[in-house]
T-cell receptor, first 116, second 111 residues
């Protein structure tokens, strides 16, 4: 079974600074996808960024980028120029093709607070 | 384009009762997945429906059941509610494919 581990229950960062959230995962498969989701207090899960395992290039979406280390099974999220609106729970998630069902496996989350 | 909607927003039930939660998928999506998110935890996969058929199930007992309708909306039914069923229930729709789009969730409290 696949597992996703987020070792930082809580983190804080000053506004405009950079912060990195960690995630490790365990799988024996070679074809899979990794995601970072953001869940603000409004509860709606929002996709931040995704990474395909077959791509060597790290994904980037504006201020958000990942460091994907396939051999180490590590998938960290870097948030640059942190903004107050980045305050939220961040979940790392994993999925792989399996009988057509792309079920997501989530970590326990990291609570990020951006301090003015 | 209409996003994923869920109803009700929150509800309170007592142990042993039955509950039905509803989800309308995003326009053009034919796959719906349900997740349970206990307080302080990440979401856990309950099951997925694709074209009205169950297409994958997580480690949840049979008292968790679902339906998908021809318009791809979906219901999650939970029978014989237990205190541990208290959680945020999230619905996500997809084309199908890798990327899932989540609704705002239904907060269920079981007393």
């Amino acid at each position: 079974a696949q597992t996703v581990t987020q070792s930082q229950p809580e983190m804080s960062v000053q506004e405009a600074e950079t912060v990195t959230l960690s995630c490790t995962y365990d799988t024996s498969e070679s074809n899979y996808y990794l995601f970072w989701y953001k869940q603000p207090p409004s509860r709606q899960m929002i996709l931040v960024i995704r990474q395909e395992a077959y791509k060597q290039q790290n994904a980037t979406e504006n201020r958000f980028s990942v460091n994907f280390q396939k051999a180490a099974k590590s998938f960290s999220l870097k948030i640059s120029d942190s903004q107050l609106g980045d305050t939220a729970m961040y979940f790392c998630a994993f999925t792989q093709p399996g009988a057509g069902s792309y079920q997501l496996t989530f970590g326990k989350g990291t609570k990020l607070s951006v301090i003015p | 384009e209409t996003g994923v909607t869920q109803s009700p927003t929150h509800l309170i039930k007592t142990r042993g009762q039955q509950v039905t939660l509803r989800c309308s998928s995003q326009s053009g999506h034919n796959t719906v997945s349900w997740y349970q998110q206990a307080l302080g935890q990440g979401p856990q996969f309950i099951f997925q429906y694709y074209r009205e058929e169950e297409n994958g199930r997580g480690n949840f007992p049979p008292r968790f059941s679902g339906l998908q309708f021809p318009n791809y909306s979906s219901e999650l039914n939970v029978n014989a509610l237990e205190l541990d069923d208290s959680a945020l229930y999230l619905c996500a729709s997809s084309f199908p494919g890798v990327e899932q789009f989540f609704g705002p969730g239904t907060r269920l409290t079981v007393l």
